[in-house]
């Protein structure tokens, strides 16, 4: 299997710290934004949504993060992809609400602070974090509720709920999230921080 990544991309955390908590045999193919690696005919024809990640096992393409983790989960078996149905649903269902619903007050984020710093060289936008800010606080207490009585998402075990919710605070310290009164989400952060998966798919800014 190859995976086509770009280290500091909160989707390609997540799939990089799947396999790298799975110990999986997985070829890591880094990709280079400014140098157009994603525009290329070759890179186009497996994605042709020209993003990241890409996973290549045969003659199977995928794209998609968390649908990425859920394959790479299946390879063997483990705690991030129980064999149970009731399990599986429960660890889906968390990841497609970060996607829809999580990331809109994440990202902004760290793209008005962050990105478009570096790449755009221009300032934030108070009004799209004004509206990131109000995403945040609609959404981070049903996290923290859920975090109030076991130590990961869906209880006691890590699963790939945890890595998924987890990528959207990749960059919360550096682009000032205002998270501070999430006590519970604070205290799982920390936990996820100590993974060696999770330490090793940091970003590296600067």
């Given at each position: 299997m190859k995976l086509y990544s770009m280290h500091n991309s909160n989707n390609c955390r997540r799939a990089n710290a799947t396999l790298l908590h799975l110990g999986l045999d997985v070829e890591v193919?880094?990709?280079n934004l400014p140098a157009g690696d994603l525009k290329k005919p070759?890179?186009?024809a497996i994605n042709p949504n020209q993003k990241v990640p890409t996973l290549v096992d045969g003659d199977l393409h995928l794209w998609?993060?968390?649908a990425i983790m859920q394959y790479l989960a299946s390879q063997k078996p483990n705690t991030l992809w129980p064999d149970?149905?009731?399990k599986?649903?429960?660890i889906a269902?968390?990841?497609f609400w970060e996607a829809v619903h999580l990331s809109r007050g994440t990202t902004p984020f760290a793209f008005e602070k962050l990105f478009k710093k570096i790449f755009l060289k221009q300032e934030p936008d108070p009004a799209a974090l004004a509206a990131a800010e109000k995403e945040l606080h609609a959404t981070a207490p049903i996290l923290n509720a859920a975090l109030e009585s076991h130590p990961w998402i869906t209880?006691?075990?890590l699963t790939l709920a945890d890595f998924s919710v987890g990528g959207c605070f990749s960059y919360a310290e550096a682009a000032g999230l205002p998270w501070q009164d999430y006590k519970n989400i604070h205290a799982w952060w920390a936990r996820l921080g100590e993974l060696p998966a999770w330490k090793a798919t940091a970003p590296k800014l600067g």
């Open positions: 193919i880094e990709q070759a890179y186009a998609e993060s968390r149970d149905a009731k599986r649903a429960d269902r968390w990841q209880g006691d075990e």
